[in-house]
């Protein structure tokens, strides 16, 4: 029988008073999942799902990651997601527009703000009114191509594409560079003249400790996917901090890695 009540709204986790978000991630990325969660401001619940497709190829994964989306929702089921970050910046590189994820990604109670680590990126130039941009790129040269040529094909002016050296051990090409060779790769690119901004791209090198140190000896905005990630998000949560102060030296996410990765700023010289 119908009472006439109301019905029951969808419950929401006591941890996540500002926003539930969806971080999907790739499968083997050791950065994404805690340097974004260290930027998203207190009272942020992020559920992570790592995207797993069984390629040997990169290439082939990269697309599949970002042509897949709804697969790697469907593990949420009926969560209260207020948002979803798509922490992977090499798919974007590789589709073609019309292949690449929009804005918006549709849930059970309807749009739902999709934030991609590329879209944030560009969001965050244009923010800052940069155009002439010095790329870094933890890449292997096959994906810092397409990558430049992505950021070109976006009214940008990749410069000067730094590649960051290869990494000393075994294993992921990306995920396996160190704070250390990035950190020496951005002090080399906020040399560059003409430049208005520097650009990590990547999500699964850890660029934020590096980024940390190095925008606080630099006279210029260093930009990283994750950071970029992070903000985008709060922006599409309705939060109004601008770009300028997310980079700026007393931005609340700096103590916090700094009390969350301790050792990884003391190995870059930053007690």
């Known amino acids: 029988m119908n009472t006439g009540s109301p019905p029951i709204a969808s419950p929401r986790p006591d941890l996540g008073a500002s926003a539930v978000v969806a971080l999907l991630t790739p499968a083997e990325n050791p950065t994404a999942e ?4 260290t930027l998203l401001t207190p009272d942020f619940n992020v559920l992570t799902a790592r995207m797993y497709a069984p ?3 990169m290439h082939e994964r ?3 990651y970002e042509l897949q989306m709804s697969r790697w929702l469907e593990p949420f089921g009926d969560a209260p997601l207020d948002a979803v970050a798509f922490a992977c910046t090499g798919s974007t590189y590789l589709l073609a527009p019309e292949q690449r994820c929009s804005d918006r990604i549709l849930r ?3 749009p739902c703000p999709l934030i991609g680590a590329a879209n944030a990126v560009e969001r965050a130039l244009k923010a800052l009114g940069a155009r002439r941009i010095a790329l870094v790129s933890p890449y292997p040269p096959a994906l810092t191509q397409p990558a430049t040529a992505y950021w ?3 009214g940008f002016e990749p410069d000067f594409v730094l590649q960051a050296p290869p990494s000393k051990v075994a294993g992921h090409p990306i995920y396996t560079q160190t704070s250390s060779d990035l950190l020496a790769v ?3 690119a906020v040399r560059q003249r003409g430049i208005d901004a520097v650009v990590a ?3 699964g090198a850890p660029s934020l400790p590096a ?4 925008s606080l000896r630099a006279d210029m905005p260093i930009l990283s996917s994750n950071l970029a990630t992070a903000w985008a998000l709060c922006q599409d949560l309705g939060h109004t901090d601008s770009i300028t102060d997310w980079l700026a030296a007393d931005a609340p996410w700096r103590a916090r890695l700094a009390a969350r990765f301790p050792a990884s700023l003391a190995r870059l010289g930053m007690a």
Do not use: C
């Not at 805690?34 to 969660?37: F, G, K, L, T």
């Not at 980024?211 to 190095?214: C, E, F, I, N, T």
């Open 108 to 110: 059970g109670k309807g």
């Open 211 to 214: 980024l940390a140190v190095a």
């Open 186 to 188: 951005l002090e080399t």
């Open 34 to 37: 805690p340097e974004i969660s």
């Open 201 to 203: 791209t990547g999500t």
């Open 55 to 57: 390629f040997e190829d």
């Open 152 to 154: 070109a094909s976006r």
């Open 62 to 64: 990269l697309r599949a």
